[in-house]
């Protein structure tokens, strides 16, 4: 079930805010109970085969988790690495089983190619699953002896199918003890709302665009439209995966839940490292904290540092999907930041910040044509085209159709990757009067109320409707 | 004002999720979206194959969205905002200019040596089913019509597709097929009298010509007929035939697809002959009424194109009880419709199927059971070498 679906905004919403909020706050196991239920409906939608497997996976973690809160260091270390493997035999037999085997069947033509369906958010419940776990082993948490409330943990509806990553010691306590009020309420539907229309307006607008541009022959593809399709993608991922971001953590708010923040406009930074602090927030620390420092993160000699990076970017390639498109994308990325760490150290700083953020930018376009494209090919064919190579001139009358069409989409995209609205905010808050206090508190409002009747005019006009990140 | 604005936004969201599901379920469940022309999803059937594998969610969800909370009010809305507000070029499908309104046509590439072939192969099998006609003494033309996009050329935007190398190349290689294998090829893109008088002959707001734009190229068929055969099939001249405009609002395919909102507006006509021709109709085999026009009950109703032999028709027979006349047999797509209401004035009996949606035998069987003097195939030239439907005379019949 999507969040942008009729189905989700009109059925399942509605009615379980009226369930959860008929339970009296006092009944706090009850209201998680009915969270959890409706989490456990919200992922089986996808296919009950799949809720099966989670709950399998929530199983793996759940005893996981005790075994590694032993106090014989022995056995909880033994706990801890069981699950890891099991967490992981999991991820890599429903994720990579096709990929493996269709690499093996190139070598070995005898080798059967293998088609295993990817189960919606495996990739996302598994990494949280496996936070939990070794949290738990570090003493950095304290084990979770209600299954139940593992089970709430990794399967709450919000963040399951797409993130953020929600660490267990973010929403321990407030699985058990948090208190939900109107501020909390308020601010969540808000935020639930501006997401919501961000997904609508502008990431289905970029994503029908990017789909023309990457579908469209590439012979008779000129530079400009393979920049525009590009472009669009990179706006299309973004504002995607932002939105989904956005309802999941105001829907969380709703019922009392603070997620940390995903994104940060990752568009406005001026090098690779910086834009992979702002991007996927959650993802970025998952890796840094689970696979980078364990490594040995950079507190080694260089070659082991540089290593531990590839290895990191390597893994956040094949987190991200099952073919050669994400681990060159993810080692492209590593290669990138071991350059701006080893070699342009100190020189980004002295260049004009326009000039980094444009360096920055086309890196990170250039990355997201990886990304997209269907097979590597796709890839260099498309690059290609982005760079002279194989194109049909510079300009076309596609590129003409294209911006014009959709031109307030792409002066929106321009706004709505800048931290325009955060910066008129700051402005008017040390503005102390009632005008500047009206805008604060009424315009927010009345916008996520506007985009969120506009994103629901979009949601029944059309069917194309897909969440990038579902896939992984 | 922090806890006043957030309660309101409680109140505006909590009301909009909560009414959309109220009147989602209470709605009246319409099957058919008139402006979409299209059937609306219905309920998907349970079963447990179809939870376990969520194919029943993927569908209750196309349920939902088809029927969900002010559809049409919204649908309505967002396209008077895209037409007037935001001023897209293309709405719906529709490129909007300030006097007509154009299909958008995707962006088109072909492979010239490609369209020939696939050009050659096509005639080629017309070329049989002339001669299957020619067999028995009947006569055979495949006449192609100009649509609205390759009328208006030059009213598309630089910028956007309007076919016009394709067209081009497309009829240059169906003239050369037809003269290769000796089919009789009729391109009423070539009367000037269609080209000229285009403001009045092709309609602003649908992708068919008008009534007088039909028969205009119904004159210029027959004359071209009589001049290849040496026969005498006469058509109404211009003092015999008397258009009547209705005053009802013609809602053509753009216009419809724009909700009706729109500022280009345009009539529909009707045509009456100075001589009276009485005649039966039998539709799909049944006995309909002795009427070529279906206007709507009122004037206040919008009008459509099926106002011609009430739109398309698997089968209809229209006897005139004039043996001294040919028959002939008219197949094709809807642009075959408001010709047909002029046509029958040529002939003792009209035969007319639409192979999109007569299933009871091929057009070669058909012909063979009927042998009409006349076999002619009305096809634009959006459709003129497609095989599928009325482009395929020998084979399965189906849409």
């Known amino acids: 079930m999507l969040f942008s679906s009729v189905s989700f905004l009109l059925f399942f919403l509605p009615s379980l805010l009226a369930v959860y909020f008929c339970v009296p706050r006092r009944f706090r196991t009850l209201r998680n109970l009915v969270l959890l239920i409706f989490s456990l409906f919200f992922y089986g939608c996808g296919g009950v085969r799949f809720l099966l497997l989670m709950l399998a996976s929530i199983m793996i973690n759940y005893i996981g988790g005790m075994l590694a809160s032993l106090k014989n260091k022995r056995g909880a270390k033994w706990g801890m690495i069981g699950a890891v493997i099991c967490n992981l035999l999991l991820l890599g037999y429903f994720k990579y089983t096709g990929f493996f085997t269709q690499t093996l069947h190139s070598f070995i033509p005898s080798v059967e190619v293998v088609n295993v369906v990817l189960p919606i958010g495996i990739s996302f419940y598994t990494f949280q699953g496996l936070a939990y776990v070794v949290d738990v082993y570090r003493g950095d948490t304290r084990v979770q002896k209600n299954p139940l409330w593992v089970a709430l943990y990794i399967s709450l509806f919000p963040q399951l199918i797409a993130g953020p990553i929600v660490r267990y010691q973010t929403i321990a306590d407030e699985i058990k003890g948090r208190r939900e009020n109107m501020e909390d309420f308020s601010a969540g539907c808000v935020r639930f709302m501006i997401g919501f229309g961000k997904k609508m307006l502008l990431a289905n607008a970029a994503g029908r665009l990017a789909d023309i541009a990457f579908g469209f022959p590439s012979e008779h593809m000129s530079v400009s439209f393979a920049w525009m399709g590009a472009l669009a993608y990179t706006a299309q991922i973004y504002f995607d995966f932002s939105a989904y971001s956005d309802m999941a953590i105001g829907m969380g708010r709703m019922f009392g839940f603070h997620f940390l923040e995903n994104f940060n406009y990752p568009y406005i930074s001026k090098s690779v490292t910086e834009f992979w602090r702002r991007w996927h927030i959650s993802l970025s620390s998952w890796f840094r904290d689970y696979v980078y420092i364990p490594l040995?993160?950079?507190?080694?000699?260089?070659?082991?540092?540089?290593?531990?990076?590839?290895?990191?970017?390597?893994?956040?390639?094949?987190?991200?999907?099952?073919?050669?498109?994400?681990?060159?994308?993810?080692?492209?990325?590593?290669?990138?930041?071991?350059?701006?760490?080893?070699?342009?150290?100190?020189?980004?700083?002295?260049?004009?910040?326009?000039?980094?953020?444009?360096?920055?930018?086309?890196?990170?376009?250039?990355?997201?044509?990886?990304?997209?494209?269907?097979?590597?090919?796709?890839?260099?064919?498309?690059?290609g085209a982005m760079f002279g190579i194989g194109a049909e001139g510079f300009w076309s009358k596609q590129t003409v159709y294209y911006f014009i069409q959709f031109y307030p989409e792409w002066i929106l995209f321009f706004i709505c990757s800048t931290p325009v609205a955060m910066v008129v905010g700051k402005y008017l808050t040390t503005k102390k009067n009632l005008f500047s206090g009206f805008v604060l508190n009424f315009v927010p409002k009345i916008f996520a109320v506007a985009v969120f009747i506009l994103g629901y005019i979009e949601l029944v006009n059309g069917s194309f409707n897909p969440f990038i990140y579902f896939r992984f | 004002m922090k806890k006043v604005s957030g309660f309101l936004a409680v109140i505006c969201f909590l009301t909009l999720i909560f009414s959309g599901m109220v009147v989602t379920v209470a709605k009246l469940k319409e099957e058919k979206s008139f402006y979409e022309n299209r059937m609306l999803d219905a309920m998907p059937q349970y079963s447990e194959q179809a939870v376990a594998d969520g194919t029943y969610f993927t569908d209750l969800e196309s349920y939902l969205a088809d029927h969900a909370a002010f559809r049409y009010t919204l649908l309505k809305f967002r396209t008077y905002f895209n037409e007037y507000i935001i001023r897209r070029p293309v709405v719906n499908n529709v490129i909007v200019r300030d006097d007509i309104l154009l299909i958008y046509l995707d962006y088109c590439f072909f492979d010239r040596e490609e369209l020939k072939e696939e050009t050659d192969s096509f005639v080629s099998e017309l070329s049989k089913l002339q001669n299957l006609v020619e067999g028995y003494g009947g006569n055979y033309y495949y006449v192609g019509v100009p649509c609205q996009y390759a009328i208006f050329e030059d009213k598309y935007p630089s910028y956007l597709e309007n076919r016009a190398e394709y067209t081009d190349e497309v009829l240059a290689d169906f003239n050369a097929a037809a003269d290769k294998y000796g089919v009789n090829f009729i391109d009423a893109g070539q009367c000037k009298e269609l080209m000229e008088g285009r403001d009045i002959y092709s309609s602003k707001v649908d992708n068919h010509y008008s009534l007088q734009g039909a028969y205009v190229s119904y004159k210029y068929i027959i004359d071209n007929i009589n001049k290849d055969t040496g026969g005498e099939l006469k058509y109404p001249a211009d003092d015999e035939i008397t258009f009547t405009e209705l005053k009802n609002n013609y809602l053509g395919s753009s216009s419809r697809k724009l909700f009706g909102i729109t500022k280009i507006t345009e009539t529909l006509f009707t045509a009456e002959f100075s001589e009276n021709i009485s005649f039966t109709r039998e539709d799909d085999g049944a006995a309909g009424y002795s009427q070529v026009y279906y206007p709507p009950e009122n004037e206040y109703k919008d009008v459509m194109y099926d106002l011609y032999m009430c739109g398309d028709r698997a089968e209809t027979v229209i006897k005139t009880n004039r043996p001294q006349l040919p028959d002939v047999l008219i197949y094709g797509d809807s642009f075959t419709n408001a010709l047909e209401c002029l046509a029958y004035y040529s002939f003792d009996e009209m035969r007319s199927i639409d192979l999109r949606h007569y299933d009871k035998m091929s057009l070669a069987d058909y012909i063979?059971?009927?042998?009409?003097?006349?076999?002619?195939?009305?096809?634009?030239?959006?459709?003129?070498?497609?095989?599928?439907?009325?482009?395929?005379?020998?084979?399965?019949?189906?849409?």
Do not use: Q
């Open chain 2, 368 to 399: 063979e059971e009927y042998k009409p003097d006349y076999v002619i195939c009305i096809r634009d030239y959006e459709a003129l070498i497609k095989t599928e439907g009325n482009g395929s005379p020998f084979g399965e019949i189906s849409e």
């Open chain 1, 296 to 383: 040995g993160g950079n507190r080694c000699s260089v070659p082991r540092h540089m290593l531990n990076i590839m290895i990191v970017w390597f893994l956040t390639g094949m987190w991200h999907g099952a073919s050669w498109n994400f681990i060159i994308w993810g080692l492209y990325f590593g290669i990138i930041l071991l350059i701006e760490k080893y070699l342009l150290a100190g020189v980004l700083d002295r260049i004009p910040s326009i000039i980094r953020h444009i360096y920055t930018m086309v890196l990170v376009v250039i990355s997201w044509v990886i990304f997209r494209s269907e097979d590597l090919s796709a890839v260099w064919t498309y690059l």
